[in-house]
């Protein structure tokens, strides 16, 4: 009797941008040989149906997630190379379907559709994969959609949640997940990834690794965005502009104003894609029989399609002022940690010597106070309080006692 000889492990390219997460990678890499393993037939340990792969911002989630799906697509276990590769990091692989929800949440319409197309037969006879970002997004009755998908899985379907933390998903959903915990990379790591795969110079590769804290998505952004770098500069600025009640009311109207300018610019270009390519869907200017009822079809598919822009524009909106809260976090981080001599680098190395005034001139008391003023101020964005007041609120407390 001849004993079958499994497939060697591929060292797989696709795997390449994780940073810092040799670990998941090693997982992911043997989930990958016992997936090819189950495609010959061969009975392995190591493959399941439903991923949880979770984190804190910036850690990889969403890479790691569409890596390992490109693997799964990937008759060399993800070599990167090959059009199955290509097509699922490019978002264009039949059989793999990248969700993020459009608005706050996912609502339960989306999530049943989403399991509707999750039954499918994958076209290319190897896996049909579901990739489901900011899963703790989910409403409760979305939530309950995805349980009984996850519960009765076809056989060749997988399920790839991202969220950042477990205990942000319903436990009967977390339960019948493996979970994947990816950590923050170091900043050297993420230097490294910036100057070899960006050609980004290596100081600015430094800078943004620093002042990104580990974030790689908001790395790139600093390192290859002059206009990222300026909005961060200015964020910056709020520490020492925050002195009399004016002062603080006019530093929140500006910290709002330049998260709506930056939201408005970034989806104005996705808005006006999506339009056209509805328009020329509908077959705007068309002429012929059934032109009129495909009008008043095309009305009510435009105001849908607006809706959800107004949502999505929302959204952004509070992302952004959610960038620029851990930005200041970070800075009030630096004063606390001057103060109480830790010794560790500072993240806003730049702007040392305005650091050491104020700490100087506050307490560490003083210090934890702020940094918890901003915490209170993104638990309140996040629990759908108006952001104006919110903010105004958190530079009231951040002010001169």
């Known amino acids: ?69 490109a693997a799964l697509q990937c008759a060399q276990q993800g070599c990167g190379a090959c059009a199955a590769c290509h097509t699922v990091l490019a978002g264009t692989h039949a059989d793999v379907e990248v969700v993020r929800p459009s608005g706050l949440s996912y609502g339960v319409a989306d999530t049943r559709e989403l399991v509707r197309r999750a039954a499918l037969s994958p076209a290319g006879g190897r896996w049909q994969v579901i990739v489901l970002e900011d899963a703790d997004r989910l409403t409760e009755y979305a939530a309950n959609a995805l349980l009984k998908a996850i519960e009765e899985p076809p056989p060749r379907t997988v399920w790839l949640l991202c969220t950042p933390s477990a205990d942000d998903l319903v436990p009967t959903i977390r339960s019948r997940c493996r979970l994947m915990t990816l950590r923050t990379p170091p900043a050297a790591a993420v230097e490294e990834v910036l100057v ?144 109480v001599r830790s010794g560790v680098p500072l993240t806003n190395d730049e702007l040392r010597s305005v650091i050491v005034q104020l700490a100087q001139r506050s307490s560490a008391e003083q210090s934890l106070r702020r940094i918890e003023a901003i915490l209170a101020c993104r638990e309140a964005i996040d629990a759908n309080v108006a952001p104006l007041l919110a903010v105004e609120a958190m530079t009231l407390a951040l002010r001169a006692d």
Do not use: N
């Open 196 to 339: 070899r795969r960006d050609g980004v110079d290596r100081a600015t590769a430094a800078f943004a690794a620093r002042a990104a804290q580990g974030h790689i998505g908001r790395a790139r952004r600093l390192a290859t965005d002059s206009d990222a770098r300026k909005r961060r500069a200015e964020v910056l600025q709020l520490p020492v502009q925050v002195g009399d009640l004016g002062a603080c009311l006019k530093a929140a109207a500006a910290l709002v104003e330049a998260a709506e300018e930056e939201a408005q610019a970034a989806a104005a270009e996705i808005d006006a894609g999506e339009t056209d390519e509805l328009r020329r869907a509908l077959g705007e200017g068309s002429t012929g029989k059934g032109v009129k009822g495909m009008a008043r079809g095309s009305e009510a598919a435009l105001k849908d399609l607006e809706r959800r822009q107004k949502t999505r524009s929302k959204r952004m909106q509070r992302d952004a002022i959610d960038r620029a809260l851990v930005d200041l976090t970070s800075f009030y981080r630096d004063v606390l940690a001057v103060q």
């Open 1 to 69: 009797m001849t004993a079958s000889v499994s497939a060697p492990t591929v060292v797989a390219p696709v795997f390449d941008d994780l940073v810092g997460q040799e670990r998941v990678i090693a997982e992911l890499r043997q989930a990958v040989s016992a997936a090819d393993a189950t495609l010959r037939g061969e009975a392995r340990a190591g493959m399941t149906h439903a991923w949880l792969f979770t984190g804190p911002p910036g850690s990889g989630r969403s890479t790691a997630a569409r890596a390992f799906a």
